[in-house]
């Protein structure tokens, strides 16, 4: 159904074409308002109808009098003019060129169903040809995959330009983009693949989307790692936590601890999210800390209730009771987000520690 939504547009627009084409004469449809324009025009015009071979010199003809009209910034005219010989030269070996150009005017007026559209019907329906050294067929796919939104069609493109073009997949926000549309359609092993190549950039970003290096990292790690550290229950996590810490048991907090993105931070440092990659050792720093609090009798205290700023996908824990310099801890929990695990996918963790009150 989506499918045959997506072509009303275009139809319309080519059953306008034959309506102007057949109710005006070319001065009504593509003359302005410039006198030097339009008698320019009008000779351009006079040798087209004289070349009626489609040939390199009609294709020099056609060019040239689409830069007149752009030069008016008449996009509406030249698509018409691109189109309507398109559609009265069907065997034009240049027609790819023209409606390339088409397609590249939609997409500067934002008409992007009409711009997919063309762009689609370039790579499907013509062979290939090359414009100032680029293959247009890798120039529409290029667009395709920035343009559609449907993740299996986004996963297709992206496919075709691997198998083809390999050479041309050069930027970190593609390889992420191609992995979020396996992700989608919950491909999860070609997803991963995907953004374990994202990651091999020496710098691994997408524009306008300043935690995806965090979230792609995270999910690769989890996809590496054996996840023993999740507990299906918070309070029973909880309870764990507080006994092995009760009992020196710094083995115990290890394996409760999360391997993946687990953080130890005071309230005014950064967000964690920013902080994935382990600067020091937070095995040796969390036990060392853990001995001092217990060296000469010390106890570690823990609140009887979860803090208020706890919500249904993460909890802060208070405890009191640590070395002078940093009395208090709070310990902080989330929901493991890793749908390629459904079993643990959305479980709990120990995903970090945050020293001192809070702010």
């Given amino acids: ?19 102007v084409v057949q109710s005006g ?4 449809i593509f003359y302005g308002k410039s006198g030097t324009i339009n008698t320019e025009l009008h000779r351009l015009f006079h040798l ?5 071979e489609p040939t390199a010199a009609r294709y020099s003809l056609i060019r040239l009098i689409t830069s007149r009209l752009q030069a008016e910034k ?3 005219k030249i698509n018409l003019l691109l189109t309507t010989y398109v559609e009265q030269h069907p065997h034009d070996p240049f ?3 023209y409606l390339f150009t088409v397609a590249q005017n939609y997409q500067h007026q934002q008409a992007i169903p009409l711009a997919k559209f063309y762009y689609e019907r370039i790579y499907k329906d013509y062979p290939d040809l090359y414009k100032e050294g680029q293959s247009l067929h890798y120039l529409c796919l290029n667009q395709l995959t920035r343009l559609v939104t449907t993740p299996s069609l986004k996963r297709k493109y992206y496919e075709d330009l691997q198998d083809q073009y390999p050479y041309k997949l050069t930027s970190p926000a593609q390889f992420y983009d191609w992995g979020h549309a396996y992700e989608e359609l919950g ?77 130890a931070l005071s309230w005014d440092d950064t967000d964690p999210n920013d902080a994935l990659a382990e600067a020091f050792d937070i095995r040796t720093f969390l036990r060392d800390l853990v001995h001092q609090a217990h060296y000469g009798g010390g106890t570690v205290y823990f609140a009887s209730k979860l803090d208020d700023a706890s919500n249904d996908s993460e909890a802060y824990l208070k405890s009191t009771g ?10 902080y929990f989330k929901r493991i987000d890793y749908p390629p695990d459904p079993e643990i996918n959305g479980s709990w963790e120990w995903a970090g520690v945050f020293f001192g009150d809070k702010m």
């Fill in 322 to 331: 640590w070395t002078y310099r940093i009395p208090t801890w709070y310990f």
């Fill in 187 to 263: 491909l999860w092993k070609q997803a991963i693949h995907a953004y374990n190549t994202f990651l091999m950039f020496p710098d691994p970003t997408v524009p306008g989307d300043p935690q995806a290096y965090n979230r792609v990292r995270s999910l690769v790690d989890l996809s590496k790692s054996d996840r023993s550290w999740v507990s299906p229950s918070l309070s029973t996590l909880i309870a764990n936590l507080e006994q092995a810490i009760r009992d020196n048991n710094t083995t115990k907090m290890e394996q409760l601890r999360a391997k993946v993105g687990f953080f």
């Fill in 25 to 28: 004469t070319r001065e009504d």
């Fill in 1 to 19: 159904m989506k499918r045959y939504l997506s072509l009303i547009f275009p139809l319309l627009a080519v059953a306008a074409a034959f309506l």
């Fill in 74 to 76: 008449a996009y509406d």
């Fill in 95 to 97: 027609d790819a060129d």
């Fill in 48 to 52: 087209l109808d004289e070349n009626k």
